[in-house]
């Protein structure tokens, strides 16, 4: 059962299909700006695209305009700075690449961008493939005798990707990251509650009931990830793997070798458990709502798989490029 701003969508899950039933279904497409973000689309038609607006006593800068966006999104020459966030929110995530910038921002991306490039991409596929094999046969065993099942899908897209980034990233498995995972969705929590309030100078330092719980799952969180650190710099089962790029040593200009600190470790593990989980369930989520409300995308993308992989063959490396209509539905989700 999947549920959003207190209105219920029901899934029917059974060999045939997804199938989407409630309020919810037949105003899917509705999801507009004026629903999602209101005053934004309210100020978008009062004051035009781009407009200037106060966030308590910070002008900030609202861009409508998609060659804008590209732009500012591009811009290498240090012009668009990053916004500080409410320091409560960097429990999350600590100082790792998405809060960094300059020379520090570019040694961390050329680090990490190593475990993703496409031949290492195409390594992962086989593991991939095995976590969605896993959930797919948990599925079937509770289909009922009426061939359908009620399932809170984004929960089974949280845990699947946490097992897909543990598995490639970290070369651990979901049992062994399923407390971080766990302690994750209690500082969610509490950043949320954090961005959603006035930030007072100092206020990190007091020893308030959420900053004290705040401060014991962050430190919670540390001791698991340098267990999996330890224990990945014993084994060294897979060198590829980004946990393994984060503990080598890096070449910089003139030669010269440095070593990432323990603490950058830290974070860039939390950013990439942590980031990459949410966003990668919020995509399939939103794709099983499109299939189950959009059923014809439903059966091309079956007969599409069918005919390329067979009905016993699992999607391999070499099946990739003939997923045309499996792809073009992913690049239709995430616009």
Not at 27 to 47: D, E, T
Not at 56 to 68: T, W
Not at 168 to 197: P, W, Y
Not at 215 to 237: F, G, P, V
Request: hydrophobic share 40%; glycine share 6%; with cysteine.
């Amino acid at each position: 059962m999947y549920k959003t701003s207190g209105t219920c969508l029901q899934w029917r899950v059974s060999p045939f299909g997804v199938e989407g039933f409630g309020p919810l279904v037949n105003s899917v497409y509705s999801c507009r700006p004026a629903l999602i973000l209101p005053h934004y689309y309210f100020w978008s038609k009062v004051y035009g695209e781009q407009f200037l607006y106060w966030f308590g006593n910070k002008p900030r800068l609202a861009v409508a305009n998609p060659d804008m966006i590209k732009e500012i999104l591009l811009n290498t020459c240090g012009s668009f700075r990053k916004a500080r966030v409410n320091p409560l929110v960097k429990g999350l995530f600590g100082k790792g690449i998405v809060y960094l910038e300059g020379e520090q921002w570019a040694v961390h991306r050329k680090i990490t961008s190593q475990a993703f490039n496409m031949e290492r991409v195409k390594e992962l596929v086989p593991e991939i493939v095995a976590s969605a094999k896993s959930l797919l046969d948990e599925i079937e065993v509770k289909i009922t005798d009426e061939n359908f099942v009620e399932l809170d899908v984004y929960k089974e897209f949280n845990n699947l990707s946490a097992d897909v980034i543990s598995r490639t990233a970290f070369g651990s498995n979901f049992e062994e990251g399923n407390g971080i995972f766990e302690l994750h969705d209690q500082l969610v929590r509490i950043a949320s509650d954090a961005i959603n309030s006035v930030y007072f100078p100092g206020f990190k330092y007091m020893p308030t009931k959420k900053n004290r719980l705040s401060w014991d799952l962050q430190r919670a969180t540390k001791e698991m990830i340098i267990k999996i650190i330890e224990k990945n710099n014993k084994t060294n089962e897979n060198p590829k793997v980004l946990l393994s790029l984060l503990t080598t040593p890096y070449k910089i200009k003139g030669n010269v070798e440095k070593r990432l600190s323990l603490e950058e470790i830290i974070d860039e593990c939390k950013t990439f458990y942590f980031a990459g989980k949410e966003s990668t369930a919020n995509l399939l989520t939103w794709a099983f709502i499109l299939l189950g409300w959009i059923q014809e995308w439903q059966t091309r993308a079956r007969e599409e798989v069918v005919r390329v992989c067979g009905h016993d063959e699992l999607p391999s490396v070499e099946h990739l490029a003939n997923f045309k209509m499996v792809s073009l539905l992913s690049s239709l989700t995430m616009k």
